[in-house]
């Protein structure tokens, strides 16, 4: 099958792009051990945000029946942000704050699941039929969510604002290493269940009616999708901060590349594609450009291009 | 049988239906007809099982629709709705193949792909397997959509216009196929009809629904008179005979 094909190739390039990731102008004797765990750690961290981010868009992108948006644009990540912001906030003094990180992150990863379910789940699970006014909707509540933060962030410690606006911009060279091990097993939590999801995603993308049809129970694969959208979204959040536009990108090579809309191809493929960007793009800019905090910054310009283009040729199914 | 028990269905304060008692013979053909907005369409979808049921209940052969597993109900019927926009950019082979997933669940087998290929030959559709369903015309895609409803090899078909933007010779080659999977294969159909005459021609059984209510059913004979017909569409309807079966005459 030329799918398979396909993945075998990506499968490829990512082990090349993994292996000059860790080998490139490795320094002999001492600091050899440190420079490979160091750049270890860090891989690791881009995997995840890669992997992560492009199951979540495939995943979304089937649940609202359309090809330009993305949980991000929908403000899934500011939700994430506000909700943490808020629990700062509320359990602060309880003695939240001074929990282990990973412990923290667990909490809040449990919190945004329930409520992104909830919210996006009523304004998906009947099925979107007016994508304009979905997108509208989404945008408005993204925004909200990012001024409530603001706010909630000002009110409580206006020196800790600067802190708040700083997390509010992407980077992917400052990733919080021990935040590593728990979005480790939830990201592999997330794609197992996305994969085990797979065939009935495939018919989730029929749309409500066909799928009922054929005997799905829509609500809940709905539900379920969007829960496992939230989890991936909060751990890539939580590990580069808010990235809008990159999912969109990887989401449209992954659909150009694969030649069935099956899921079985479209996850693992968007997953590849999105991990290979993210490490060859910060091997250009740190090693080569020597500017680290770049990346990002090029991501978003170039997915919120694609994402006019998208709206332009009207291309938005 | 499908046994249809008081059932209500409100939407916000309008009342769309109002206490239905049926019964709809089994392997038969059975035509829903009514003025727009009588409420067909819902009746339709709420016995698919599309919309959950607010008042009364409905029974398909004596399985309770309520309290039967959805994925046993997609083995027994298979329900095609009024307007199908498949948002996945699919082939025309891979969506009539969808027609097989309650049976396989993701692991389609030989004769899953035996069953595709009958209901895409079925449909006329042989030539245009690997095109795109949004590379075809209305009228194909309607057949599609028919060819993957048929694939369900259910023993219920229910159908929502399904002359919708068909010409006269697919239409006719529909309604032929429809009989024969009712008289050959012993299924049965219940089909809503717009134009009349079809349900003339071809149904066994006629339900005629106005405002949310039921107001005549039986054969075509008793159900398709000159009456019965221009109290249902508050127009003048002159009904003949050709071969038998009624012919109305709403055009002139
Ligand atoms: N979402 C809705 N909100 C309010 N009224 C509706 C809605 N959907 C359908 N209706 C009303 O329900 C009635 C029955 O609709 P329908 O079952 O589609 O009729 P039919 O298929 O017989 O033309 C119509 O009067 C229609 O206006
Ligand atoms: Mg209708």
Redesign the interface.
């Known amino acids: 099958m030329a799918d398979r094909r396909v993945m075998l190739c990506l499968a490829a390039v990512l082990g090349l792009v993994v292996a000059f990731w860790m080998l490139q102008g490795l320094p002999s004797g001492q600091a050899r051990a440190f420079v490979l765990k160091l750049r270890a750690e860090r891989l690791l961290g881009l995997l995840l945000v890669g992997i992560s981010t492009g199951i979540a868009t495939i995943l979304f992108q089937t649940v609202a029946?359309?090809r330009v948006l993305t949980p991000q644009i929908m403000g899934f990540d500011s939700l994430y942000m506000l909700m943490q912001t808020i629990m700062v906030a509320t359990f602060g003094i309880a003695g939240f704050s001074a929990l282990p990180t990973g412990v923290k992150f667990l909490g809040e990863v449990g919190v945004m699941v329930l409520l992104a379910s909830i919210l996006f789940g009523t304004l998906l699970g009947k099925g979107v039929r007016d994508i304009p006014r979905t997108i509208l909707t989404g945008v408005i509540l993204g925004v909200l969510f990012r001024s409530l933060n603001a706010f909630v962030g000002r009110v409580l410690d206006p020196n800790e604002y600067a802190v708040v606006q700083q997390a509010s911009f992407a980077s992917f060279s400052k990733i919080d290493a021990s935040l590593l091990p728990v979005a480790l097993a939830l990201t592999a939590g997330g794609v197992v269940a996305a994969l085990c999801l797979?065939?009935?995603l495939?018919?989730l993308?029929?749309?409500?009616?066909?799928a009922?049809?054929?005997?799905?129970?829509h609500q809940r694969e709905v539900l379920a999708s969007l829960a496992i959208v939230a989890l991936l979204v909060s751990v890539s959040t939580a590990l580069v901060g808010p990235i809008t536009f990159f999912g969109l990108i990887v989401a449209g090579l992954t659909?150009g590349l694969t030649r069935?809309?099956r899921h079985a191809a479209l996850l693992p493929v968007s997953a590849m594609i999105a991990a290979v960007t993210l490490i060859l793009g910060q091997l250009v800019f740190e090693r080569v450009l020597g500017q680290a905090a770049f990346l990002s910054v090029v991501i978003e310009f170039a997915g919120g291009l694609f994402f006019l283009f998208l709206l332009i040729r009207g291309r938005i199914? | 049988m499908i046994r249809i028990s008081d059932l209500s269905y409100r939407i916000g304060k309008a009342t769309i239906l109002r206490d239905i008692s049926t019964e709809l013979p089994k392997g038969a053909l059975t035509a829903l007809i009514g003025p727009n907005g009588a409420g067909k369409s819902t009746l339709l979808r709420l016995i698919?099982?599309?919309e959950p049921l607010q008042t009364g209940s409905v029974s398909l052969d004596g399985a309770d629709l309520a309290s039967t597993r959805?994925?046993?109900?997609?083995?027994r019927m298979?329900?095609?709705?009024q307007q199908?926009?498949?948002?996945?950019?699919?082939?025309l082979r891979?969506l009539v193949g969808?027609?097989r997933?309650?049976h396989h669940?993701?692991r389609p087998c030989a004769k899953d792909s035996a069953i595709v290929d009958e209901a895409l030959a079925g449909f006329a559709l042989g030539d245009l397997a690997d095109r795109f369903i949004d590379e075809i015309s209305g009228g194909q895609a309607q057949r599609a959509y028919l060819a993957?409803?048929v694939a369900?090899d259910t023993d219920w078909l229910l159908l929502d216009e399904p002359l919708n933007n068909l010409d006269m010779a697919h239409a006719r080659a529909l309604m032929c196929r429809l009989a024969e999977l009712v008289r050959g294969s012993g299924k049965s159909v219940v089909t809503v009809i717009h134009e009349v005459n079809y349900a003339a021609a071809w149904a066994d059984h006629v339900v005629a629904m106005k405002d949310g209510r039921i107001v005549a059913q039986g054969t075509p004979h008793e159900v398709l008179t000159s009456e019965t017909l221009s109290m249902l569409y508050d127009t003048p309807v002159t009904v003949g005979t050709h071969q038998d079966r009624p012919l109305i005459l709403h055009h002139v």
């Open positions: 029946a359309n797979s065939s009935r495939d018919v993308g029929l749309g409500r009616d066909p009922i049809s054929l005997g799905l129970r659909h069935s809309p199914r | 698919g099982r599309l959805t994925e046993d109900l997609a083995l298979a329900v095609l709705g199908t926009a498949i948002a996945s950019r699919l082939r891979e969808f027609g997933w309650p669940r993701g993957m409803t369900q």
